[in-house]
């Protein structure tokens, strides 16, 4: 190890892998999401139409494309990287808590949690004293 170089911190990691599993699980569900609003067409009388669901689904490849670009720069102990990761998490939990209000109801709490759980998980990492030290550290070279 070179002066000035320092150990990639455990938590940057877990930030990145945590992301990583929250981009696949994103991914799938927007696969869903859109086929299933093209299959089912209008389901008014269930709460959502199609379109919210189309609308969703692209909003979680937007925000699982934010996560791997966080989580592969993050690795590289880019700073923007961490802040991708971070756009990527706050558009997880926002999408958590319209789906929790749009539908309280047990079933959908698990799944809720799915998603908004990791990503709390990846945005506290994310943001960790030993995180930010690291980072800081490729700054000041």
Do not use: C
């Given at each position: 190890m070179t002066e000035g170089q320092q150990d990639r911190?455990?938590?940057?990691?877990?930030?990145?892998v945590f992301?990583?599993?929250?981009?696949?699980?994103?991914?799938?569900?927007?696969?869903?999401l859109v086929e299933g609003a093209?299959?089912?067409?209008?389901?008014?009388d269930h709460g959502g139409s199609g379109s919210e669901f189309v609308f969703d689904g692209l909003v979680n490849f937007v925000a699982a494309a934010l996560l791997i670009a966080g989580g592969v720069?993050?690795?590289?102990r880019k700073p923007s990287g961490r802040a991708t990761l971070l756009v990527g998490v706050a558009i997880v939990l926002a999408?958590?808590?319209?789906?929790?209000?749009?539908f309280a109801n047990g079933g959908l709490f698990f799944w809720v949690c799915l998603f908004v759980v990791p990503a709390i998980i990846a945005g506290c990492f994310g943001v960790g004293s030993a995180t930010r030290t690291w980072l800081n550290?490729?700054?000041r070279r």
């Open positions: 911190p455990g938590t940057a990691v877990a930030a990145a992301g990583f599993v929250l981009s696949g699980l994103l991914l799938l569900a927007g696969v869903i093209k299959l089912i067409g209008t389901i008014s720069s993050l690795i590289g999408e958590g808590i319209y789906w929790f209000g749009r550290g490729a700054v």
